[in-house]
């Protein structure tokens, strides 16, 4: 399994779990906007969480309300903790290191509270099940992955998670880029020396974080140039965060999982048409590779793959095809070949 679909599965599965201890935890419930916004995921998710807590515990139902919003909790006995077992704990004590080798570490506090949970619970046979757990957890080994990679402020993670559910403001300090490129130029025309750019001060109306190698807020800045425009900023490059007391409206319009479906990783720009053909040596690995939410899968007679596909992103996209090597070769659009053929010179060049 690909690492990343691993760190979904584990943020999809905690999740629930925190869903489970928040609708027991409160009177009247949950409703899916609460969800929503919680877990900062779209109306179907939202839906498809609440049917899967509403699955696995039969106390947990919809709540008789007098408002018109439908909400859903636990009613009776809350749920029984001795139903997780020593294989379970095990595996929520994989998730804790998952979430340390990918800068989730504020998830961590949330887990510890379910685990304590779980013992307290099984507190007459504590002392087995702990051996149990311990046990499980020498047997089995965590692949952690050790690549490179930035690390991210668990408080920043916490702040913007709290600006997410309040529906307020952010204001942080931010560097889009280190340093100049060195053919950028200044207003009146003069090529500007290469050194460190200054950073800006941003307000932003908080939309998401998007997960990867790079955690990225995702907002609506309020400058001029890119009011009313959706942005991603790294979060390694966000420092003096604050959460202000102004409220925003959110824009309704606005689907986080659309609008990272529109585009191949996080970059967006102008949508294009791509057309890919891989040789029939790697064609079994393409077969099982998804690409793109849109893409098309075709396979010649020759054994040749031509994988097509509608996005934008293409930094994105020329990254992904270079991990192909030689066995991929672009066939449209001309622009994305030639910008392909323009990066391979650039690192010819370097050699």
Not at 95 to 119: F, M, R, W
Request: hydrophobic share 40%.
């Amino acid at each position: 399994m690909d690492n990343m679909d691993g760190d979904l599965r584990y943020e999809r599965i905690l999740n629930i779990i925190d869903l489970v201890m928040t609708m027991q935890s409160k009177t009247y419930g949950v409703s899916l906007k609460d969800i929503e916004t919680m877990y900062n995921v779209s109306r179907r998710t939202a839906q498809r969480m609440k049917d899967i807590v509403l699955s696995l515990f039969p106390q947990a139902a919809e709540l008789q309300t007098n408002g018109k919003v439908k909400r859903w909790g636990f009613k009776g006995k809350p749920v029984n903790l001795h139903n997780f077992s020593a294989d379970d704990v095990a595996d929520l004590e994989n998730i804790k290191e998952l979430c340390k080798s990918n800068n989730l570490g504020d998830k961590i506090p949330v887990l510890d509270k379910v685990i304590d949970g779980i013992k307290a619970a099984n507190n007459p046979n504590l002392t087995s099940f702990e051996n149990d757990v311990e046990a499980l957890m020498e047997s089995e080994g965590f692949a952690v992955r050790q690549g490179a990679r930035f690390n991210i402020d668990s408080n920043v993670l916490l702040m913007i998670r709290e600006a997410l559910k309040s529906i307020k403001m952010l204001e942080f300090s931010y560097q889009a880029k280190e340093y100049y490129d060195l053919e950028e130029k200044n207003l009146a025309g003069f090529r500007i020396q290469k050194g460190l750019k200054p950073k800006k001060t941003v307000v932003v109306e908080p939309y998401g974080i998007l997960y990867g190698e790079r955690h990225y807020l995702v907002g609506k800045s309020d400058d001029k140039k890119n009011e009313g425009k959706v942005k991603q900023y790294l979060l390694h490059r966000i420092s003096d965060l604050k959460i202000l007391d102004d409220y925003f409206d959110p824009d309704s319009s606005f689907d986080l999982r659309k609008w990272v479906d529109s585009s191949f990783g996080i970059f967006h720009d102008e949508k294009m048409q791509v057309k890919l053909k891989f040789k029939k040596e790697i064609a079994d690995d393409v077969l099982r590779y998804n690409f793109h939410p849109t893409q098309k899968v075709e396979q010649l007679k020759n054994g040749a793959v031509i994988v097509s596909f509608t996005s934008s992103g293409a930094k994105s996209i020329l990254w992904n095809i270079f991990r192909w090597g030689a066995n991929v070769e672009i066939l449209s659009p001309k622009g994305l070949r030639e910008r392909y053929v323009e990066m391979l010179n650039r690192i010819k060049n370097v050699y």
